[in-house]
């Protein structure tokens, strides 16, 4: 899952993603790209500048991943 980085390794082998999106409180999910003979520069650049905006929100990203990390560890306020 984007944003997590090496923190996946963490989840413990019976957890879900239900149960990561109950303790974040919102949906998670995958996104997958393909580019292939029919693609141009366009579709490209495209890619790139979703990329560069869900990198943008890497802050955001983080601050949700603590606090269910928080949470699953019960160590949250």
């Known amino acids: ?4 980085g090496g923190e ?3 989840f413990s082998s019976g957890t879900t993603r239900a149960d990561i999106e109950s303790a974040m409180g919102r949906e998670v999910g995958v996104v997958r790209l393909s580019l292939g003979l ?3 520069f366009s579709d490209v650049h495209r ?5 560069k905006e ?7 990203r983080k601050k949700i991943w603590l606090e269910w990390k928080s949470r699953a ?3 949250h306020d």
């Open 8 to 10: 996946v390794g963490e």
């Open 54 to 60: 869900v990198v943008a929100r890497d802050g955001e």
């Open 73 to 75: 560890q019960g160590t």
């Open 1 to 4: 899952m984007l944003g997590t």
């Open 38 to 40: 029919a693609s141009d």
């Open 47 to 51: 890619v790139l500048r979703f990329v």
